[in-house]
């Protein structure tokens, strides 16, 4: 008898990069103005639920980096981690490693702005385990104000040895 397997819960972090550093003096200036380098992304995602030794994949939904710097070559990289998941009870069959997670940026579905954006992973045949940190989407050449928006996918292989239950975890998009 197979249990089913379900990944709910994805908690997308947001880790907003820095310009530079933050000096006393920029304290008071800094605390008024909004982040001048930002990065949304979904709030959860619910990949839905599978068998071990299966696959399944969803988009996460749209990630988007604002970047109202506004002065000459406001270049930036968005960098994708993950964290194993894991469901309650400990183990190793209650766990999935984050080396079982691909991962896809696809191409820019909005822009603004002037500026050259590189996908990390143009297609499914470019996706990328999440071992390790990977970088999502860069913007390598251009001026002024801009924004990027992207719908990764996740693909998740099961392994043949979890136990049923709902397996949680987090997919940190971040950007400097």
């Given at each position: 008898?197979?249990?089913?397997?379900?990944?709910?819960?994805?908690?997308?972090?947001?880790?907003?990069?820095?310009?530079?550093p933050?000096?006393?003096?920029?304290?008071?200036?800094?605390?008024?103005?909004?982040?001048?380098?930002?990065?949304?992304?979904?709030?959860?995602?619910?990949?839905?639920?599978?068998?071990?030794?299966?696959?399944?994949?969803?988009?996460?939904?749209?990630?988007?980096?604002?970047?109202?710097?506004?002065?000459?070559?406001?270049?930036?990289?968005?960098?994708?981690?993950?964290?194993?998941?894991?469901?309650?009870?400990g183990?190793?069959?209650?766990?999935?490693?984050?080396?079982?997670f691909?991962?896809?940026?696809?191409?820019?579905?909005?822009?603004?702005?002037?500026?050259?954006?590189?996908?990390?992973?143009v297609?499914?045949?470019?996706?990328?385990?999440?071992?390790?940190?990977?970088?999502?989407?860069?913007?390598?050449?251009g001026?002024?104000?801009?924004?990027?928006?992207?719908?990764?996918?996740?693909?998740?292989?099961?392994?043949?040895?979890?136990?049923?239950?709902t397996?949680?975890?987090?997919?940190?998009?971040?950007?400097?």
């Amino acid at each position: 008898m197979q249990m089913l397997w379900t990944l709910t819960g994805v908690v997308a972090a947001v880790v907003p990069g820095a310009a530079a550093p933050v000096t006393a003096q920029d304290v008071t200036r800094i605390a008024r103005q909004p982040s001048l380098l930002t990065i949304t992304v979904p709030a959860g995602v619910n990949l839905g639920s599978t068998f071990p030794g299966s696959s399944l994949g969803r988009q996460l939904g749209e990630i988007r980096v604002s970047d109202k710097r506004g002065g000459q070559n406001t270049v930036w990289t968005a960098t994708v981690a993950a964290t194993d998941f894991a469901t309650p009870g400990g183990g190793p069959a209650r766990q999935i490693s984050r080396s079982r997670f691909s991962y896809w940026s696809g191409q820019a579905t909005a822009t603004t702005g002037s500026g050259t954006r590189v996908p990390g992973q143009v297609t499914s045949a470019q996706a990328q385990s999440l071992s390790v940190p990977r970088t999502a989407f860069a913007k390598t050449s251009g001026n002024g104000n801009n924004t990027t928006a992207w719908h990764p996918t996740l693909v998740v292989a099961v392994p043949t040895t979890a136990v049923g239950g709902t397996y949680t975890g987090t997919i940190t998009h971040s950007v400097a």
